[in-house]
């Protein structure tokens, strides 16, 4: 069993930033990546970040490459979503999930754990 608690998200003006957190606790040490992942409302979920546990190899969404940054600590089994530059279309229900296996790490059904995900909002 893995478990996955996001936090960080809140309510930001245009333009702002936010970090998001996601600690990973369980048998963790069998993953390959951990993603993020947003569901805005009325839309499907959709990929936004994922790195790997070994090696820290990164790939992003191009709709979120050069203002979002995800990086881990290792120690502390966390992942982090740096968010920069934010615009309204950016509200989203932010999950973070774990991917067992070595692959693309970039579709959801790449992931067997998720947390409960964390609200973001963004006002213009």
């Known amino acids: 069993q893995v478990q996955l608690v996001e936090s960080g998200g809140g309510l930001v003006q245009a333009g702002g930033s936010l970090r998001l957190s996601c600690a990973a606790s369980?048998?963790?040490?069998?993953?390959?990546?951990m993603g993020w992942f947003r569901q805005a409302p009325g839309k499907e979920r959709e990929f936004v970040a994922r790195i790997t546990w070994i090696g820290g190899r990164i790939y992003y969404a191009d709709s979120v490459k050069g203002r979002f940054t995800i990086t881990r600590d290792s120690a502390k089994n966390t992942v982090y979503l740096q968010m920069n530059s934010l615009k309204p279309k950016a509200t989203a229900v932010y999950y973070c999930?774990?991917?067992?296996?070595?692959?693309?790490?970039?579709?959801?059904?790449?992931?067997?754990?998720w947390g409960q995900g964390t609200q973001v909002t963004v006002s213009s």
């Open positions: 369980g048998r963790t040490f069998s993953s390959y990546a």
């Open positions: 999930a774990r991917a067992p296996r070595a692959g693309s790490a970039v579709q959801e059904y790449e992931y067997d754990y």
